[in-house]
């Protein structure tokens, strides 16, 4: 690239000159390319190390003088390619001009301005397009990357760090670049070189440890390999991002959707060192993630910058300690120490911020006011102005219904206050929702088990009394801390969710302390349309709810009439047509109709909407990811924390059986309802940590019985039992009847266990246990389980093809592994298509991953037995269409495997047939058809058409005829078959299964070929033999073999002349061609040939001549046919003929041969049966394809080399 002129005193210095003229210089760095000796070396291997390689590309261009000692560095290149275009740009452009300068000022003055005016007009060009961000060096280092690796410019570097590489025990120094899809790492110390390149996609294990051989190292495991690195400057940043990118790998391999960097995050004052766009994007992502998780905020919401400052809690009459966090919806305060206080402000609660005044005591305080007369007293800010400014900037952007069209921010006064309009009937509770519903729509409006006691008498009992007790203690617990999302949450409120949420306050503390009344207050009537729209939609979804409707507790009347089914449906299918990803999965009816006991209906969906894609990520798609994830941390935990029941439990089996059904329903499905309800409130507060808690509590409790087991169904009836028999003894309603309770009771029940003292002997044991610390564990495991099921993904696609290919199973194996990395490089370099359009994770697995015509032409190239030169794209190109069956622009592997199975393993027979469609349509392409015919038209648009039209006329009137007899031949023929209906209704049956039949395509069932295809099938198999040993015999056989073919067809076709002049509809038709009828043998083989590809046909012989010379090669033969083929080589003979022969090269539309007469003719040269009878190992070709990368990198090097050749 051009660079701005800088000065160079030492010219010599570590560089070597390769071109030189008068004025300019081109020069490369001594220990880049090969040879240099021991300082070429010592160069290289100094550039690695210390990084000069980064900021110094390998040539460069520098101007001199004849008088002057100094040079000017005017461009430099990372490859011989890009410097040789600046090379000879400056000799064609400028050298010229600047040799009739007298003053050696001007020319530099001259180039100077030039090079200048270059780089301003490409900086010009680039203002519309995306302006970089990243510093200078970090765009060499990213340069580099992709020459060293092979990278296209799809390929973003995230970061690179100087390490080293253990490989075996030797370490390697030298730089390792974590790119967005890959682990590189590239080392030249000597003369010695070590290039390595893991996608993060196959990284199986990532691990940060410190061992004896391995000190502070980083291990990366994937199926096959480890890989250390250590060294590192800063160990933990380089991990982190290692875990950041392996995740976006797993999403990838999980959702099949690209990396997408954020486009609006803001600018950076100035240029940071050696910091990426990239690496900015990832570190704001995780921040965001921390933020969403800590306060229960949505997907969307983005952190704008955080502070630390003191809260004034005027419960505890204190300055709380914390840090203030700023997002585009919420002001959000969380305390230093661990539960003592937390508060979220959402913004469209917000009605004044000002500063107050500052004192010795208060220094930089703001105040915040609430719509609801709540006041909130921050300090100890440290740049309260900026603050202020970004609140009231977030303020005018945030929506709110009831202000209409006012703006949220009219007034800033000078005590520096921003406040909103108030209004007082606005609060937070104040979204209208019913009129949101369709008028018809019978809605549930409050939970239900309110409407089932609404008419039950007033109990006085002391349960009832424990429950009003409850109540009270959070009316007082609202009034002391606030009510609704401003509420100061702090240790006094968990003490009163594990003392158990009162049946009527459960909905709406469910509601707030999940996260989703923001959710539902930022989308009045959301939940309104989606009911609407998804009202009469039938898919798998819908079908599976309908199914599992009726199994949602119907041990509990709520749901034992209309009323609760329908609305569980709605709720349901409301969410399956939200999120079709998810759609519907087993046991979110379970979840569901709890939460729509306690919450009115539309509640209930935004807390489905909060578990699905916030609180259990990942649990209820298809593959239940999120479930296994955490079955893997459970299995984790127990090791931590019960070793020795770990060991026993693994040994059995049993853990893994267990967890994934009291994950999945949090406990609603293995214990009565009653007590996991109570659960249900601890999670919604506390998070996933608190089923972690429980479920190794209980594990604790059965420690000695289950070790006493000796199989995994004693072990599974233990821990049933024990679950069936938690109770909840304080709980109000009548209890209802757990239906795996009174199947495992048996005749001498456990004891009863208290849910409450469950609760606590989990908090006391298992307490310690951090959110942070299961999020670490949650990656570590998800990594294992994607892997674990794209492993079994693999197995159940090779077991299905097992019985339609015979391929083995490591070979199978080894293409669905080329098949689908094809596949994921569309996902992250791009396409024509979206990957998400080609992943359909409802399909069976061998049809879920789909590649483009592109890509399937590389695996052809790399993988067909087929070769054909310059026409392989071509036949790859028609192989495609001939296995798109549907028609979607895209191949799945099942019929991937299928093209080629037929190549490799068919008789040759199959492979005869295969190579036969792929010459027909569909396979052959409209616009190949059209080229023929236009060539056709060029030869023949001089002769007269009165007959064709004339027998076009007599055609249409025949067929005119024979389809009035055969429409009044149908017409009775349907009169009768519907009498038959009538009568029998098996006639459907008949039909149904008739279509059902596999229809087995026999030899004669292939349409005919004509004339044009056949010449195509001969310029295919002339390319297919020109690399091979026998390539003579072949071309040979190929000649003996058209000739015979040409006369079958000319044989066939009089038959069908003389057929047509017996008929009288057909009388008019045009006479065969007389110039085709003379003359047989090898002379009139010559001239068909010649006639087929519309080329000067060979001069003709006599039959004698023809009959007795053998001696002619095989080169002549074919070339008497003049085939049009790239690959002719210089040495073959040409027989030329006249131009007046020129009429006779017209395609014969009557010429055609079947399938049939192709496999005779071919079966009568031995050597065109050994070719499509020998076996074929793909083993070699597979290797060669995994090896594509290395090779390309190898020959880029090389033709460096040979450039370097060409220019000395």
């Avoid at 194996?813 to 990957?835: D, I, N, R, V």
């Avoid at 033709?1199 to 370097?1204: G, P, V």
């Amino acid at each position: 690239m051009w660079i701005q002129p800088e000065e160079v005193l030492l010219a010599g210095a570590l560089w070597v000159s390769e071109r030189a003229n008068p004025f300019f210089i081109l020069q490369r760095r001594r220990g880049h390319g090969r040879g240099g000796g021991l300082s070429g070396l010592l160069v290289g291997t100094l550039d690695v190390v210390l990084d000069s390689s980064a900021r110094v590309a390998p040539y460069r261009i520098l101007l001199q003088t004849a008088d002057s000692q100094i040079y000017w560095n005017i461009a430099s290149g990372s490859s011989r390619k890009e410097i040789t275009e600046h090379w000879d740009w400056l000799e064609s452009n400028l050298l010229q001009t600047i040799s009739i300068f007298d003053n050696d000022e001007d020319v530099t003055t001259f180039v100077k301005g030039k090079i200048s005016g270059i780089i301003a007009e490409e900086n010009r060009l680039k203002q519309g397009e995306e302006q970089e961000e990243d510093c200078g060096k970090f765009r060499e280092a990213e340069l580099k990357m992709r020459r060293l690796f092979g990278m296209p410019d799809e390929e973003k570097l995230v970061n690179y760090y100087s390490c080293s590489f253990w490989k075996g025990r030797v370490p390697r120094q030298g730089w390792l670049y974590l790119s967005v899809n890959h682990l590189c790492f590239y080392s030249f110390l000597l003369g010695k070189e070590v290039t390595l390149v893991v996608q993060w996609s196959e990284v199986t294990q990532l691990e940060k440890n410190a061992t004896l051989v391995f000190p502070e190292s980083v291990r990366v495991s994937t199926r096959h390999t480890e890989h250390f690195f250590s060294m590192f400057l800063n160990i933990n940043d380089t991990f982190k991002l290692m875990e950041q990118l392996a995740n976006i790998a797993m999403r990838q391999l999980l959702d099949n959707e690209a990396f997408a960097a954020d486009r609006s995050l803001p600018k950076p004052c100035k240029t940071l060192k050696n910091v990426s766009a990239l690496k900015r994007d990832l570190d704001a992502r995780a921040k965001n993630e921390r933020y969403r998780t800590m306060f229960r905020l949505t997907q969307d919401e983005r952190l704008d910058g955080h502070t630390d400052c003191t809260l004034w809690t005027p419960f505890a009459k204190m300055h709380v300690v914390g840090q203030l966090f700023i997002s585009n919806n919420y002001i959000c305060f969380n305390s230093r120490e661990e539960d003592l206080c937390q508060l979220i402000i959402p913004l469209r609660e917000v009605s004044i911020v000002e500063k107050a005044d500052s004192s010795s005591v208060l220094p930089c305080p703001v105040s915040i006011s609430t719509k609801n007369k709540m006041n909130f007293l921050f300090a100890n800010l440290k740049d309260r102005d900026f603050l202020v400014q970004r609140i009231s900037d977030f303020l005018q952007r945030t929506p709110d219904s009831s202000w209409g069209d006012t703006s949220p921010l009219s007034l800033i006064g000078h005590s520096g206050s921003s406040s909103a309009p108030s209004c007082p009937a606005a609060g937070s509770d104040s979204v209208h929702r019913g009129r949101h519903y369709h008028a018809a729509l019978p809605t549930a409006s409050q939970g239900l088990l309110q409407l089932y006691h609404r008419d039950a008498p007033e109990d006085l009992g002391p349960k009832a009394m424990k429950e009003k007790m409850k109540e009270e203690a959070w009316n007082i617990h609202f009034s002391e801390f606030g009510r609704g999302v401003c509420m100061y949450r702090t240790s006094r409120t968990r003490e009163l969710v594990l003392n158990g949420i009162p049946e009527r306050l459960r909905g709406e503390l469910w509601l707030l302390f999940s996260g989703a009344q923001n959710e539902m207050a930022t989308h009045p009537g959301y939940y309104g349309d989606l009911v609407e729209q998804a009202m009469g939609l039938c898919s798998l979804a819908t079908e599976e709810i309908e199914r599992d409707l009726h199994r949602s507790m119907p041990e509990h009347r709520a749901f034992q009439n209309d009323t609760g089914i329908a609305a569980l449906r709605r709720v349901l299918t409301a969410y399956a047509h939200r999120n079709p990803g998810i759609g519907y999965c087993q046991a979110m009816n379970i979840v569901t109709s709890v939460l729509l006991l306690y919450c009115p209906e539309e509640d209930a969906f935004w807390l489905l909407v909060a578990l699905c894609e916030r609180m259990l990520p990942d649990y209820y798609n298809t593959r239940v990811v999120g479930a296994l994830v955490d079955q893997g941390v459970f299995e984790e935990l127990t090791r931590a924390f019960l070793p020795l029941l770990h060991e026993h439990m693994q040994a059995l089996g049993v853990i893994s059986t267990i967890s994934l059904s009291w994950f999945l329903t949090l406990f609603l499905s293995v214990m009565p309802f009653d007590s996991a309800v109570l659960l249900v409130d601890c999670f919604f507060y506390e998070g996933i940590k608190v089923i972690f808690q429980v479920a190794l509590a209980v594990l604790h409790d059965n420690m000695d019985a289950l070790l006493s087991c000796n199989d995994e169904g004693e072990a599974m009836t233990i821990l049933g039992r024990y679950l069936d028999n938690v109770v909840n003894k304080q709980t109000v309603a009548p209890p209802i009847p757990h239906l795996h309770a009174l199947l495992t009771s048996g005749d001498d029940p456990p004891p009863e266990i208290d849910i409450f003292d469950l609760i606590k002997s989990s908090y006391e044991k298992f307490g310690s246990l951090r959110s942070d610390v299961i999020e670490q564990m949650r990656f570590k495991q998800r990594l294992k389980v994607i892997q674990s099921l794209e492993d079994t993904a693999k197995r159940s696609v090779v077991r299905a093809m097992m019985t339609e290919s015979a391929f083995s199973i490591e070979e199978l194996e080894e293409l669905y592994c080329l098949f689908k990395s094809k596949h994921m490089t569309s996902c992250y370099w791009g396409s024509s298509s979206s990957a998400a359009e080609r992943h359909d994770p409802s399909l069976p697995y061998l049809e879920q991953y789909r590649i483009d015509p592109a890509q399937f032409t590389q695996l052809f190239a790399a993988l067909a037995p087929w070769t054909c030169g310059g026409h392989t794209s071509a036949l790859s190109a028609r192989l495609f269409r001939l296995l798109d069956q549907n028609q979607d622009g895209l191949v799945n592997f099942k019929e991937f495997i299928t093209g080629l199975s037929g190549m490799y393993h068919g008789d040759m027979t199959e492979k005869l047939k295969l190579f036969y469609k792929l010459h027909l349509p569909p396979a052959l392409c409209p616009e190949e058809a059209e080229s023929a015919l236009e060539a056709t038209h060029f030869f023949t648009e001089d002769e007269p058409r009165e007959s064709s039209f004339l027998s076009d006329l007599a055609s249409l009137a025949q067929q005119e005829v024979t389809s009035g007899e055969e429409g009044m031949d149908e017409e009775d023929e349907e009169k009768k078959v519907s009498e038959e209906k009538l009568k029998d209704y098996r006639y459907y049956l008949r039909m149904w299964a008739k279509e059902k039949e596999p229809k087995t395509e026999t030899i004669k069932d292939l349409p005919r070929m004509n004339q044009e295809q056949f010449i195509d099938v001969c310029k295919t198999l002339y390319n297919m033999f020109s690399e091979e040993p026998q390539e003579q015999q072949l071309y040979h056989a190929i000649a003996t073999v058209a000739s015979l073919l040409l006369r079958i067809g000319e044989v066939g076709k009089k038959f069908n002349n003389g057929s047509k002049k017996s008929d009288p509809a057909t009388a008019q038709a045009p006479p065969p061609d007389p110039q085709r009828q003379g003359g047989a043998g090898e002379a009139q083989v010559c001239r068909a040939l010649a006639d087929a590809q519309l080329e000067p046909a060979a001069a003709q012989t006599s039959d004698e001549e023809a009959r007795d010379d053998t001696s002619v090669s095989s080169y002549s033969v074919v070339s008497t046919g003049s085939l049009q083929c790239e690959d002719i080589g210089d040495d073959t003979v040409l027989i030329g003929g006249g131009e007046s022969r020129r009429r006779g090269s017209v395609l014969d539309v009557d010429w055609s041969i079947t399938f049939e007469q192709v496999l005779a003719s071919l079966l009568t040269e031995p050597a065109l049966v050994d070719y499509f009878e020998r076996k074929r190992d793909i083993q070699n070709k597979m290797v060669a394809c995994k090896a594509q990368r290395a090779v390309e990198r190898k020959t880029s090097s090389a033709s460096d080399h040979e450039l370097t050749h060409l220019s000395t």
